[in-house]
């Protein structure tokens, strides 16, 4: 079972606000990956970090999307002004890959995310 | 980029038969191939996965087979039992990139 703690799990935001989640990896991993999952179980990879640095993101993180894994804190992903397609499922997934993607990576339980 | 096919939206099987579902992916250096499950409510259940140095991989009664060639992977469940029933996920993944995933399928399996 997976040890990958997100929170909080459920966020309700309206447009425009601020929606910030959590992740805690499993311990030891040092890769953590975060992802959108929408109602019609479409994923989408949002980007990823090895330890404090980011490895790849997507084009839509780098504009209303940020995210972060500072040292001996949890990695967070914010949205600095919801709108109301960001309404998902977050996911955040750790594992012990030195970044090559090709190491199993296990989730957390999600913060579902309601934009009003 | 990548792109995931999973071909069959759901999937009904009797208790004791053998469930398959497969996935084609159009990126030829997607190398790894992980399927995972998701229950109703709950998050994704990493269930068995395949590294393209390889064409099968078997875990108690789940096999996993990839054939490079045709670009496609598929899960077999055998000896279904009601547990089973769940949403699964195929995925594929080119180095050093976040998972591409399919839309996944509902296998519901019966008495």
């Known amino acids: 079972n997976s040890k990958v703690i997100q929170t909080p799990r459920y966020l309700v935001k309206g447009q425009g606000q601020k929606a910030k989640m959590r992740c805690i990896p499993e311990?030891?991993?040092?890769?953590v990956f975060w992802y959108q999952q929408n109602k019609n179980n479409e994923f989408k990879f949002l980007i990823n970090?090895?330890?404090?640095?980011?490895?790849?993101q997507i084009d839509m993180t780098e504009k209303r999307f940020s995210a972060e894994c500072p040292s001996n804190s949890p990695c967070s992903l914010e949205i600095q002004s919801s709108e109301a397609g960001d309404s998902a499922l977050y996911l955040c997934?750790?594992?012990?890959?030195?970044?090559?993607?090709?190491?199993?990576?296990?989730f957390g339980p999600g913060t579902r995310l309601l934009v009003l | 980029g990548e792109k995931v096919e999973q071909h069959e939206s759901t999937l009904s099987v009797r208790e004791g038969d053998s469930a398959v579902i497969n996935c084609t992916y159009t990126?030829?250096?997607?190398?790894?191939f992980p399927w995972y499950k998701q229950e109703a409510g709950k998050s994704l259940h990493f269930v068995i996965d395949?590294?393209?140095?390889?064409d099968r991989k078997q875990s108690q009664r789940l096999i996993v087979l990839l054939d490079k060639k045709a670009k496609r992977f598929s899960l077999h469940i055998t000896a279904t039992q009601p547990e089973d029933s769940a949403i699964y996920f195929c995925?594929?993944?080119?180095?050093?990139?976040?998972?591409?995933f399919g839309l996944g399928t509902r296998v519901s399996v019966f008495p």
């Open positions: 997934a750790s594992s012990l890959s030195s970044g090559t993607g090709l190491d199993t990576q296990y």
């Open positions: 995925a594929a993944s080119v180095y050093a990139q976040g998972l591409t």
């Open positions: 990126d030829t250096a997607s190398s790894y």
């Open positions: 395949i590294r393209s140095n390889v």
């Open positions: 311990k030891g991993h040092p890769v």
């Open positions: 970090f090895q330890n404090q640095e980011v490895l790849q």
